[in-house]
């Protein structure tokens, strides 16, 4: 019984101030026309190569589904980045997108680990098709180096069409 007082606290502190602990799916829609930013940073330690990928949530749901088609690094001087999309036409400081799309692009001083070889970006997710709403996901490649530091830094932008 002692555990169910201080647990409705808890519960009621959550409901209260919109805090929880369990992550769920963005419950809005982007509005037309507005566009939502935000960061995309991943870093770990390996040396042998390899094949990564991490999710990226949305504030809101897309309007639209994200697929490898409309998520996109803008145009840059990295041979890794293989999907550059000339309409990405902002930058790290100030992302921006047209209208569906989803336009990363990347830290200017140091975006990616030399031991990067490709790098690749989209929102589809066969037998998932809330997740091309509510995110994106960023792969990439490594090769063995001897630099144990892999990492990814970026800022993206969407546009609701």
């Known amino acids: 019984m002692r555990s169910m007082r201080?647990?409705?606290p808890v519960l009621v502190a959550a409901v209260l101030f919109g805090t929880s602990t369990v992550p769920a799916m963005a419950s809005t829609t982007v509005g037309k026309g507005q566009t939502v930013r935000g960061s995309a940073y991943y870093q770990f330690t390996s040396t042998v190569p390899g094949v990564f990928q991490f999710g990226v949530?949305?504030?809101a749901r897309a309007r639209n589904p994200l697929s490898q088609e409309n998520v996109n690094f803008a145009p840059d001087t990295h041979s890794a980045t293989t999907d550059d999309d000339p309409s990405c036409t902002g930058n790290y400081t100030l992302p921006t997108a047209?209208?569906?799309k989803l336009c990363l692009y990347l830290w200017?001083?140091?975006p990616l680990s030399d031991n990067v070889?490709?790098?690749n970006a989209g929102g589809d997710a066969p037998g998932s098709p809330e997740f091309s709403r509510n995110s994106f996901w960023i792969v990439w490649q490594t090769q063995?180096?001897?630099n144990?530091?892999?990492y990814v830094y970026a800022r993206w932008a969407y546009t609701a069409p």
Do not use: D, E, F, R
């Open 6 to 8: 201080i647990l409705a």
């Open 57 to 59: 949530n949305l504030p």
């Open 98 to 100: 047209p209208p569906g």
């Open 108 to 110: 200017p001083m140091s």
């Open 117 to 119: 070889v490709y790098l």
């Open 144 to 146: 063995q180096s001897a």
């Open 148 to 150: 144990a530091a892999v």
